[in-house]
C-alpha cells in the first residue's frame, strides 16, 4: 500500500512538473522546459526556474522572463546557435558567466531588464555580432563597464540601459555604439556625467530619457545631457521630469541651439512660470511639435507674458491624460494668439475639457485637425466651441469629439455644417440614440464615425457624400438609405439579420458584419454587391444548413467572389443544436441531410424499382394467381360453412347430378355429345342397349344464375351437384375459367370426402402436359381415374357407360 501511495506521489509530481512544463533532467539536474509551439518559440515565462533550463537546440525564441534564475553559467545557453531572442527579464539574475552568450551568433534581440546586474561586463556581449536590441534597464548597476560594453556591437540599433542605480556616465562607456535608431536611458539618479558620452551617437531616431534628478539639482549636468543629444531630427522624449521656476527650464537651452524640432513630454510636473519660461527659451526654434502626456499642470494657463516670442512653425501640439489642477480657473489659452495661429493639429484628449470658448476656436485660423476625444463637452459647450455655427475653423478637415457626453445629433449636424472643409468626422463613443430625418452637413463631409452610440435607426439624415461610414456597436436592425459613394461601411455589433442590399452600395468595397445575428447569408447576397472585396462577418449566430456551409467552405478556401478577411474560426455554427459552436470550416454535413429530395427520390426510385422487379417475379411466378385463389378459397369455404347449416345437410340441397367444368373452346363437345348422351339417353342417339334414367347437368352457360359473381355461381354449382365432370384438354388447362373451378371443386372433394370428381380426357394429356402451379390438378390426375374421351366411335358406348357408372347415384 505504502508502495503504492508514493508511486502515485511520484506520477502526481511528474505529472505536476510536466503541466507545468518543466521536468527534471537526469544528467546535470538541470530543468528542461517544453513549451515551445511550431515555430521554435519556446515560452518558459512564469515558470518558476532558478536556473535556465533545457529547451531544443533549435529554438529561435526563449521567453525566460519572470523567473527566478540567479546565475547564467558557462554551459546555461551552449548550442543555442539559432537562437534570435533571449528574454531574461524580471529573474533575479546577479552573475552572468563572461563567456555565457558565446555560443549565440544568431541573437538579434536580448533583454536582462529587471535583475540583480551589480556589475557589467563588457566581455558578455564581444560575441553577438548580430544583436539589434540590448535591454539592460533596472539593474542595480551604478555605471556602465568601465571598458565599453558594447565595443563590438555594430548592429546595434536599440539599447535601453539606466535605472535608480545609475550614477554616472562615463566618457568612453558608449564608445562604439554609434548608430542608434532609439535610445532609452534611465538615470534619474545620475550625478556624473562626462560631457560628450552620448556625443557620438548619430543619427538618432528616438531618444527617451529620464532625467528627473540633474533637472531637479543639477542642471547644468542635464544640460550636458540635452547639448549630447539634441539634433533636428531626433524626437527627444523627457520622462519623470518636474519644472518648477526659471532654473529647471534653462537645459532646454541646449536644445534650442541645436534647433530641435519635436519635444515630447511623459509623466510631467509644471507650472505657469515654467511654460512661459520654456517658451521665452524656445523663441524662434523651428519646434514643431510639442506633445504631453500624463501631465500635471499648475496654474490657470497665464502665459500671455511670453507674448513676445515667436512659435511660429508650432504645427503640432498633442496633449493626453493631463490633468489641469485649477481647471475653473483656467483662462483656456484667451491670450495665446501668439501661440494658436499657427499649430495645423490640435490634440487635447482625455484632459477634462468641458468647454472650448469660441474665442478660442477663432483663434486657431490654421487648424485642420481637432481631436476633444474623451473629454467632458455637452451638446451645449460643443455648441459654444464651435461657435453655434457660426463660422470658424475655415480649415479644419479633421474632427474628433469621440468619448464625449453628447446627445443630440440634430446639434452636432447643424454646428459642423459650416465647417466648410470638414472631411472626417468622428463622434463616435457618445449618447446619440435618435437621428433626426434631415440634417445638414458640410459637401466635402467623407469620413464619418459613429460607432459606439446608441442609435436604433438610421434615417435619410447621413449624407450622400459620404466614403467611410462606422456605425459598428450601435442598436441597429437595418439600413435602408442608399449611399452611392460609400467604399467602407462597418456594422459590426449590431442586430442586423441579414446582410444589407448591395444595390444599395453600389460602391462598397469593405464591410465589416460581426457580432450581428446573421443567421446565413449566399452568393447572392455577396453578388448584389458589385465592387465588393473584403468582408467580415464571423461571431454570427449561422443556422449550418447545407447550402450555407457549402458557400462558406467554398468561400473560405477559394476566396470566392469577396475575400473574408476575419480568421475562419470566427465562423461558427449556432444551429442546429448539434452542431453549436463548431466551425464552419471544419462542418461535414452527411448527403443524407444536404440533398434530402434527392436522397428520397433515390429511395423511393429504388423501392419502386425492386417492388416492379417484386411484381413482375411474382407475376412470373403466378402469385396473384395463387392469391386469388386463397381469397376466393377462404371466402368459399365460409359461405359453404353457413349454407350447409341453413340447409341443414338435406340432401334436396343436391339438385343436380354432375356440375359440368369444361373450357368453352369445348362447349361443342359437352352439348354434342356429353349433354345429349346424359340428359336425353336414347336408343337413337347412342348405340346402347338398354335406357338409362336421365341424369341433371348443371352446364355455366344454361344453370348460372345471371347477375351473382361467377366464384359464387361455380362454389355453388358443385355444392349442388352430386359431382363434377371435369373436361380436360388444353383448352381447359389455358382457361382461368376452369381453374377456378377445379379448384373449389377440390376443396369440395376433400370436405364432402367423396369422389365427387370426375375427369374426362378430350384429348390425350398426360400429367406433365399440365403446368406445375396446378399441383391440385396433377393430384388429382395421379389420384383419381379418368376417363378418356375414344377417337374411335365403337368404343364410345363403353365410355358413356363407364361415366354413367361414375355418376350413380348412391341409392341407385
Ligand atoms: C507561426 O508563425 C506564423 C507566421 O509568422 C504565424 O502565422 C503563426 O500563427 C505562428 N504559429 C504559432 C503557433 O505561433
Ligand atoms: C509568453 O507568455 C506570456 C504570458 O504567460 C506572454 O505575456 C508573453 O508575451 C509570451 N512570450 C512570447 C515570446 O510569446
Ligand atoms: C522566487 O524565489 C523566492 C525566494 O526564493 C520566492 O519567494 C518567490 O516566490 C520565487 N518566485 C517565483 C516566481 O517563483
Ligand atoms: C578594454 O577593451 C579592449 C577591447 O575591447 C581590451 O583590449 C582592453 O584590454 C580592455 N581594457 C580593460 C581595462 O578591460
Ligand atoms: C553637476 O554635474 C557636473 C557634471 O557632471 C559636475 O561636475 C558637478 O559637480 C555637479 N554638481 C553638483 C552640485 O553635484
Ligand atoms: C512620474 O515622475 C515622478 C517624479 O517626477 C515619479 O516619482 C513617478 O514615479 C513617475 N511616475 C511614473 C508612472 O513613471
Ligand atoms: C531666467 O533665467 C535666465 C538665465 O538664468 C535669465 O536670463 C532670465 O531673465 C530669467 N527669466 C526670468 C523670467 O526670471
Ligand atoms: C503681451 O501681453 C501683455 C500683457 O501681459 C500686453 O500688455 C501686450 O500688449 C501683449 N503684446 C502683444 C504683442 O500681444
Ligand atoms: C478619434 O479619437 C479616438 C480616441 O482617441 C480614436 O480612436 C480615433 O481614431 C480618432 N478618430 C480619428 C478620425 O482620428
Ligand atoms: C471609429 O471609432 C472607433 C472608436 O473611437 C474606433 O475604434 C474605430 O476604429 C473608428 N472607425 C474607423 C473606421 O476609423
Known sequence: MGRLTSCSLTLLLLLASLIQGRMVNGEDGRPSCSRCDLNLS???????????????????????SFNNITLVTQDDLMGYSRLRVLNLHGNRIAVIHTSAFDALW????????????????????????????????????????????????????????????????????????????????????LARYDSGTLGDIWPLGHITLSLQGPF????????????????????????????????SVQPFRESAKKRIRQISFRNLSVSDESIVDFLVVTDGVPLSLISIKDAQLTGEGRWEKANRTDHKSIDEFFLQNTVILDAFKFTAFLQL?????????????????????????????NLQYLDLSSNLLTDLTIAESLCHGQETLKQLRVLNISGNPLKSFSTISRMVAKLPKLTHLDISRTGYNLMPSTCSWPVTLKYLNISRAKLTTITDCLPQSLEVLDLSYND??????????????????????????????????????????LNVFGLQDLQSYKRLESLQAGYNKFICTCDFVHFLQFELKEGGVVKLTDSKDSYAC??????????????????????????????????????????????????????????????????????????????ALLSFDAFVSYSEKDASWVENFLVPELEEPSEGSSRSTCSYQPLSLCLHKRDFLPGHAIVDNIISAIEHSRHTIFVLSENFVQSDWCRYELDFSHFWLFDAGGDAAILILLEPLSK????????KLRKLMSSTTYLEWPQEEDRRPEFWRSLRKALKRDDD
Request: net charge positive.
Open 768 to 775: 406433365d402436359d399440365v403446368p406445375k402451379r396446378f399441383c
Open 476 to 517: 441597429l436592425k437595418d439600413i435602408s438609405l442608399s449611399l452611392p459613394l460609400l467604399r467602407e461601411l462597418y456594422l459590426s455589433g449590431n442586430k442586423f439579420q441579414v446582410l444589407p442590399n448591395g444595390q444599395q452600395f453600389p460602391n462598397l468595397q469593405t464591410l465589416t458584419m460581426q457580432f450581428n445575428t
Open 574 to 651: 449556432d444551429s442546429p443544436f448539434q452542431l453549436k459552436g463548431g466551425a464552419v470550416s471544419e462542418v461535414r454535413l452527411s448527403i443524407v441531410v444536404c440533398h434530402q429530395v434527392l436522397f428520397v427520390s433515390v429511395c423511393c426510385g429504388v423501392a419502386l424499382f425492386f417492388g416492379l422487379l417484386l411484381c413482375i417475379l411474382l407475376w412470373r411466378l403466378h402469385a396473384f394467381w395463387y392469391i386469388k385463389m386463397t381469397w376466393a378459397w377462404l371466402k368459399a369455404k365460409r359461405s359453404s360453412h353457413k349454407q350447409r347449416k341453413d340447409t341443414m345437410d338435406s340432401e
Open 106 to 189: 544568431s541573437l538579434e534581440e536580448l533583454d536582462l531588464s529587471d535583475n540583480q546586474l551589480k556589475t557589467l561586463s563588457y566581455k558578455w556581449f564581444k560575441k553577438l555580432g548580430v544583436l539589434q536590441q540590448l535591454n539592460l534597464l533596472n539593474n542595480p548597476y551604478s555605471h556602465l563597464s568601465s571598458n565599453s560594453s558594447f565595443h563590438g556591437l555594430v548592429r546595434l540599433r536599440r539599447l535601453m540601459f539606466g535605472g535608480p542605480a545609475l550614477k554616472e556616465l562615463r566618457r568612453g562607456d558608449l564608445l562604439g555604439v554609434t548608430e542608434l535608431d532609439e535610445l532609452t536611458v534611465h538615470a534619474n539618479n
Open 42 to 64: 519556446c515560452n518558459c515565462s512564469h515558470g518558476g526556474f532558478t536556473q535556465v533550463p533545457m529547451v531544443t537546440d533549435q529554438a529561435l525564441i526563449l521567453d525566460l
Open 216 to 247: 531637479l539639482t543639477n542642471v547644468t549636468l542635464a544640460a550636458a545631457v540635452l547639448a549630447d543629444i539634441s539634433y533636428p531630427e531626433t524626437l527627444i522624449t523627457l520622462e519623470d521630469i518636474h519644472l518648477i521656476g526659471n532654473q
Open 337 to 365: 494668439g501668439f501661440l494658436l495661429n499657427y499649430p495645423r493639429k490640435l490634440s487635447i484628449i482625455n484632459c477634462g475639457v468641458f468647454v472650448m470658448p469660441c474665442k478660442t476656436s477663432r483663434m486657431l485660423v
